[in-house]
């Protein structure tokens, strides 16, 4: 490909709105152009990478044994309903609008096709012969992103390759899901991505359990808990940590201070000379209105009007997804006016001695081994010092839980015993496998025969992948200052050949040349024969981060010498033109070779 008569428009211009290093260079190399917020063209060099990154994703998953199909985007709204996500999916869920009655106003974009896929499995998958099966397809999702983020990293649009397995039970399932796991291993290796595997949180997705692959960097979104030792990673939405030990401190009296018109904990901490970690933050609690409709909550007894109490230290934050499943409820903030009745005193000001209503109590590990608290005094303008569990407020009781509600912090202990330390890292979310079980399959009466004949639900796995996800993260995994070094697998070009001298005859008709042996060779080649000066011709080639640049000018030719520069290192290796071609074949097949899991 010759670049005078291909389309890259690089640009020096760092784009202000940009801070993630990806999006800064995806927009300087002219890889995407920004159409509207969180939605992207792929321009030429862009999408030769996304077609790379694609082309992986299907070998492996083919390799893995999925069979690909293609399901639409337009869904009816009628399957959503009938697995009740149509609220879970929120804002996310995209529905095309038009005039009442009009067929528009029952159709959805799809986000994700676990509903598509389970209709098609509930009318064709119906013996146990058939099993287990996995479908997957490599196809764009739509979300309403409230906040598109980053560059392509989150948009509103987007190309995600989606799988499915079915089963006929749990061992089967296991047997897949691993499948599922090892392939992704494969994949985000090919793709030269620096990954680690991490426990996660279902989301809006359900079902048992689940894994993220993550790539770590300050660009992305998600929190991982990695202990020092590679003994434990999870997402911080679900982590937890080893226990805290029983501080022996001697009880001290219980004391009220005054302390008018200090609320937050920094505010109060300061005000009584304690630290934030002899803080109690109560916070109170009600059972959300949707739960309290949902048939379906395996907590009907729980008395719903009952505030819940919520102790976790001064230095610590509530963890809402292990908060509700504690609970076995999913809870959110009380109002002010709950919260005042509870307290009898304004907000701000509540602890967990002295409350007026009955409540439930659920009491954070780390509270329930401290000693000498503060905390609300239940009174407007007070505080109370050296509050004690069980001696003030009780970690026993039918309304009490004790348990691990907070996200974990740097510093904390790895929960498997090690004693290894845990450190909170940034990371960009690549892929996510989830055990789904029978949540679809019930919920659509998807079922198969088993050999007695007898229906039954089928088993489930999904997993999905975001392939501009891979793309962006590779950049951010690498480059420097001056721009990309793509890993040779998903560059774009692997090879650009830069004629120095554009006006000279022998040098346009010797990269000419090489370029042609080499695109028959089978090499992705780019040759920059634009009539531009060198310095700006290194500066666009060190941008675009092609692995291997070939460098022909007039001077060095008369030498006998073409010179060879691989974009990740500063040696120049000068060659006679002839032994180019083999040299540059095998650069590229060795890159490739490297990145094979
Ligand atoms: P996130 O938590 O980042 O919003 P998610 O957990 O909702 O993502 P999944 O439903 O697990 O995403 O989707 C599978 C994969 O699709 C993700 O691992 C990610 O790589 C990709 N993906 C999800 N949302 C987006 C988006 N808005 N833009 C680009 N890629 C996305
Ligand atoms: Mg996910």
Not at 382 to 392: C, E, F, K, Q, S
Request: hydrophobic fraction near 35%; charge should be negative.
């Amino acid at each position: 490909m010759r670049w005078s008569e291909f389309l890259i428009p690089t640009t020096k211009e760092t784009p202000k709105d940009a801070t993630a290093p990806s999006h800064k260079l995806m927009l300087r190399t002219g890889l995407v152009r920004q159409l509207a917020a969180g939605i992207y063209s792929y321009l030429p060099l862009g999408y030769r990478s996304l077609r790379k990154i694609e082309r992986i994703v299907r070998e492996e998953m083919n390799r893995a044994g999925g069979i690909e199909l293609h399901m639409p985007v337009l869904q009816p709204i009628e399957i959503w309903e009938q697995t009740g996500r149509t609220a879970a999916m929120g804002d996310v869920l995209l529905r095309l609008g038009g005039p009442e009655g009009d067929w528009r106003t029952q159709t959805v974009l799809g986000p994700t096709h676990e509903e598509v896929i389970t209709d098609i499995s509930r009318a064709y998958l119906n013996s146990y012969k058939q099993l287990p099966v996995n479908l997957y397809q490599i196809q764009v999702k739509f979300r309403g992103e409230a906040r598109p983020k980053s560059g392509v990293l989150r948009t509103r649009e987007f190309l995600m390759k989606d799988a499915y397995s079915f089963h006929a039970d749990i061992e089967s399932l296991d047997e897949g899901y691993q499948k599922m796991y090892d392939a992704y291993c494969r994949i985000f290796s090919r793709c030269g991505l620096p990954y680690v595997a991490v426990e996660a949180e279902s989301g809006a997705i359900g079902g048992d359990a689940s894994h993220e692959f993550m790539v770590l960097t300050d660009a992305g979104e998600d929190l991982v808990a990695l202990s020092e030792n590679n003994d434990y990673a999870a997402n911080t939405e679900r982590a937890t940590c080893a226990p805290i030990p029983q501080d022996e401190s001697e009880m001290k009296p219980v004391e009220e201070v005054h302390t008018p018109d200090q609320k937050t904990i920094d505010e109060v901490t300061a005000f009584l000379g304690t630290k934030p970690e002899q803080m109690i933050k109560t916070l109170i609690y009600v059972e959300t209105s949707k739960n309290q409709n949902d048939k379906t909550s395996k907590n009907q007894n729980v008395k719903k009007s009952k505030p819940v109490v919520v102790l976790v230290r001064g230095d610590h934050e509530v963890n809402d997804n292990k908060l509700n499943r504690v609970a076995e409820a999913s809870l959110e903030l009380a109002d002010d006016q709950t919260i005042k009745q509870l307290t009898g005193a304004d907000v701000g000001f509540a602890g967990p001695h002295s409350l007026k209503d009955s409540h439930r109590l659920i009491v954070d590990q780390a509270v329930a081994v401290l000693r000498n608290g503060a905390t609300g005094a239940n009174k407007t303008d007070y505080h109370v010092n050296n509050l004690n569990p069980v001696r003030d407020f009780p970690l026993t009781g039918d309304h009490v839980t004790v348990g691990d509600v907070r996200t974990v912090t740097d510093n904390d202990a790895s929960p498997t015993g090690s004693g290894s330390t845990i450190r909170l890292r940034k990371a960009i979310e690549v892929g996510h496998v989830f055990k789904l079980g029978s949540k679809y399959s019930e919920a659509m009466k998807a079922t198969y025969l088993d050999p007695n004949g007898k229906a039954r639900p089928l088993i489930m796995g999904c997993y999905g992948i975001g392939l501009n996800r891979i793309m962006a993260s590779a950049i951010e995994a690498h480059h420097d200052d001056n721009g990309i070094l793509w890993p040779m697998s998903i560059a774009p070009f692997e090879v650009l050949i830069v004629a120095l001298d554009p006006r000279d005859e022998n040098v346009m008709a010797t990269a000419g040349k090489l370029h042609d042996e080499l695109e028959a060779a089978g090499l992705d080649v780019l040759f920059d024969d634009r009539d531009e000066r060198a310095g700006f011709k290194f500066k666009d080639a060190d941008l675009i981060g092609v692995p291997l640049r070939i460098t022909i000018g007039r001077k060095s030719l008369a030498d006998g010498v073409v010179e060879l520069k691989a974009r990740d290192s500063e040696s120049l290796e000068k060659l006679a033109p002839e032994a180019v071609k083999d040299k540059a074949v095998t650069f590229v097949r060795s890159g490739l070779e490297k990145l094979m899991p």
